[in-house]
């Protein structure tokens, strides 16, 4: 079973689905880890030059600068390393996932892209543990439930991806539930 899990760092919120796509915030960042059989397999980051400039709300949260994503390559030029990463997979995590995938759909849109390998089926950490705790937790509050530590958070892609990661192999109800 290969598992993808996954996290953007973006420019904003996602606006409602009736705003114009071009009006829509851009990836800046993106994470990814790839496990197969139980054993992490590949770890990707991506930061990407989305086009316009951030905010400096958005450099406060994630640290990230306009700086930081001078010359690098826009998502488009990406995407085809991307969907090597996607391609094959079974199961797809994020904490999230409504925001990740909406991101990437959003992305996939701007460049007319169909046929994206998105995983069999899509699991948000976030929901499935709403329905146990009675909650919805931040990824924080997650981490620290199921690690019994707190996680040091830093609003960036692949740091996100590795806590969902390390909350997989901590959970065992969890691998039971999605046969992992």
Known sequence: MKII????????LLLPSTAPIEKQPRIIELGIITVEHGQMTHMKNWLFDPGC??????TKITGITNDDLKGKPKFRECLVEIEHYFSGSDLGFC?????????????????????????????CTAQEYAAVLGYR????????????????????????????????????????????
Request: net charge negative; hydrophobic share 40%.
């Open 53 to 58: 400039e951030i905010s400096a709300e958005i």
């Open 95 to 123: 904490h999230n996932a409504p925001f990740d995938t909406g991101m990437l759909k959003t992305e996939l849109a701007l460049l007319q892209h169909a046929g994206f390998p998105w995983p069999k089926n899509m699991v």
């Open 137 to 180: 937790p931040s990824l924080k509050q997650l981490y620290e439930l199921a690690m019994g530590k707190k996680l040091e958070q830093t609003h960036r892609a692949m740091d996100d991806a590795y806590a969902v990661y390390e909350i997989l192999k901590a959970d065992d109800s969890l691998k039971e539930l999605h046969g992992l």
């Open 5 to 12: 899990i996954f996290d953007t760092e973006t420019t904003g």
